[in-house]
């Protein structure tokens, strides 16, 4: 985490910081003035000026009803079942894991407005100051990534820079997107520094945007571009990074001292708040278990066929709260408002079966998500830095990227490096669907695997509670609140 010591929100127009402020690990900074802003040169005030940009970054991507939940509600990974009146939440989560929803869910119009509230503070930084080289080239590069997870969800959005003449702006295609998140990483990447910087951008980080790029290009614009990816992924494992030893302390509450995250949000509950995922995925009774200071929501959980597929011995099917549920004390947690019919009665125990999607889910079915440590004592928020970028990620981007090319062997020795950290058996082969297992079993959680379904073409098959999805179901829908807003956009075909 960042040592918060100071908090400085700098006196420059309201358009840009937006009422923004950052908590740095620097010295005091007292009586800045704009004409101080201005003489730019000095380190720490670029520094001040970045961290705007960047809170925009970390905002709600952890929280529920935004990107990540979309992306991961959607996939296979887990569902937010339907508990009575508990989650109905006017059907948008059923439809979601069902790959029935509209044009006009919050979701997706929290996700875009999200994606586009980071653009617009990076463009008003790179207008107000454009002369400040370092800073520009870094927000750059820093730009493509909301655009990395736009051209992802959305497709085919509109590109925004500090040269846009304002007005509606129209849909630029998804090969144009793709160009420009290329173009603002290659441009700029040199200029970024190559310490391990963790919390903002340095080199090995921009070269995983280009790796996830490159790794995704077939799906972007019907070109691979396996090679490129596998170089990219090359670039970021030549750098200062190495597995953790222990898998868990990367998504630890305090996971500062990772040596494979590469770029995470620093979480903070009390300084950047935005990730509650205790509050979205433990039951209500769990507020006992780890002494949390609000009772969570009890929604979010793994499907049991994707927790199925985990191998007792491997370490990481310790990513889910499975089994008997007690209070921090010991003692045995019952959930006396169970609904007639669960077959574990009131002491809370968490099943990898889930009864039904809805309407009457059981209060205690599925298994929940414990990949990121729930701090004894934690409120609604928490402290962990979020991993965006890590090099287990990285390391099965260059396996799926050579064994495209025809590289098997390169691909078997990177996957079984992650599955002997794992703790599971190295494989005797390599396959594609070893690949995709492999990046489910270590990518939980993390937002990726819908993606990973989309570029193996599984995302569309049935699952639990899911018939056949339709191919344009590949793509969010442009939500209709920001066509109705600006009627030059084109909503996705399909829709």
Known sequence: MLKYISKICLMVPALLLLGSCWELDQEVLDGVTPDDVANSTNPKLIEVLKASAYSRIVGSWGGHNSIWSINEVASDEMAIPQKGPDWEDGGIWLRVHRHTWGTSEDAFNNSWNYCFTAIGEINNLIISFPDVELLVAELKVLRALPYLWLIDSFGNVPIITEASTGGNPTNNSRQEVFDFIEKSILDNIDMLPKADTRTTLNYYSAQAMLAKLYLNAEVYTGTPRWADAEAAANQVISGPYSLSTNFFANFATRNSGSTEN???????????????????????????TFDLSAQPWN????????????????????????GPQFSSDGTRLEDLSFEAGDPDGAPLTFTPK??????????????????????????????????LFRLADIILIKAEAAFRQGKTGEALAAVNQIRTRAGVEPLTAITADAIYEERGFEMFAEASRRTDMIRFDKFRQPWWEKTASEPFRNLFPIPLQQINANPNLNQNPGY
């Open 262 to 288: 590469i770029l995470t949000l620093p979480y903070d509950e009390n300084n950047a708040a935005g990730f509650n995922l205790a509050m979205m995925t433990l039951h209500y009774l769990n507020q006992n």
């Open 299 to 322: 929604g979010y959980a793994s499907l049991e066929e994707f927790y199925n597929r985990f191998d007792d011995e491997d370490v990481r099917k310790g990513s889910f709260l499975e």
């Open 354 to 387: 889930i009864n039904m999607l809805a309407p009457n889910a059981f209060r205690q079915a599925g298994v929940r998500v414990g990949k990121f440590e729930f701090a004894p004592g934690a409120g609604q928020e928490l402290s962990n830095d979020y991993p």
